[in-house]
């Protein structure tokens, strides 16, 4: 990474704790700001808030409590500077690559406390075209993935004290499982789903998290690949396994542009390893050892999509 490039990826990381800082300050001082109405020769004051259309008021007296005046000033000189760094954060944004910045930071941090899990979803696309010099296309998504094994074998830390200070606050979803958002990505623990109606969310409790149940990520722990950064290591499923689990998953999506995005990554990984006989003889391998539903959709897919590959 150039020192240009390296300099706006620490900017855009201290931005994004700040705007985390500044909102959980926001959010324990209170709204509005005060007024004041002249009966007579007796000015009274009103402190005064909006509750979605209604206007609140509640009466001071014919004087202003200095510490209530005082967190409504900073709660306006905070929503200033908030403002200031979402722009900043907006021009950041446009010069590197977000994403790749965002994520590279939470691995890092899950590498270095010993979080054991798995770096899944099109973010795996990026690194195996990084550590495998093959031609990937990169999608871009705001969507983080992480898969934990069941029953989850390691040392218990709470994950949302770890990203808090990435500047994520947690969040839940209908199912309820778990995410942490920072306000621009989303970070979803993944696990596989015990049995065929079993969709619960299910809870890590070393981790502190409740993941969501998804088919066919048991394959995703075979044949994976560790990658080495600077100070700190984190694991991938293979490329064909990768392939493989999106051919498996694109089928039972109903939203279009999924579907076809699983596709389009399912071959270009696909095209790319049967292009090195010996990755392809390991994928193929592989592929043998599925179970014979699971191995028999792939093949058709594979003879539908990409009649070219020998099976």
Known sequence: MSIVKKTLAENYIFFIRELSR????????????????????TTYYYHQWREGKKVRSVSLGTEIPPELLQTINRRKLLEGQKKQITKEIAIIAKAIDTQRVTVDDVIKVFSQNGIRVILIGSYCIPILKEELKINLPTIKTQDIDFLVNVPYRGRDIDVELLLKPLGFSLGFNPDGSNFFTNGIFKIEFLAPQGGRDTDKAIYIKPL???????????????????????????????????????????????????KEKDMLQA?????????????????????????????????????????????
């Open 208 to 258: 502190k998290i409740s993941a969501i149940p998804l088919r066919y990520l048991r394959m995703l722990f075979d044949q994976q690949m560790e990658v080495e950064k600077e100070g700190y290591k984190f694991i991938v499923p293979s490329p064909w396994v990768l392939a493989y689990h999106k051919i498996l998953i694109a089928k039972n999506r109903r939203v279009k542009d999924k």
């Open 22 to 41: 500044i909102d959980d300050e926001i959010r324990n001082l209170p709204r509005g700001s005060i007024s004041a109405k002249k009966i007579g020769k």
């Open 267 to 311: 071959i270009a990984i696909l095209r790319e390893i049967f292009k090195r006989p010996d990755d392809a003889k390991k994928a193929l391998s592989y592929l043998e050892t599925l179970p014979p539903k699971w191995k028999g959709c792939i093949k058709g897919w594979l003879a539908e999509h990409m009649p070219d590959i020998s099976l």
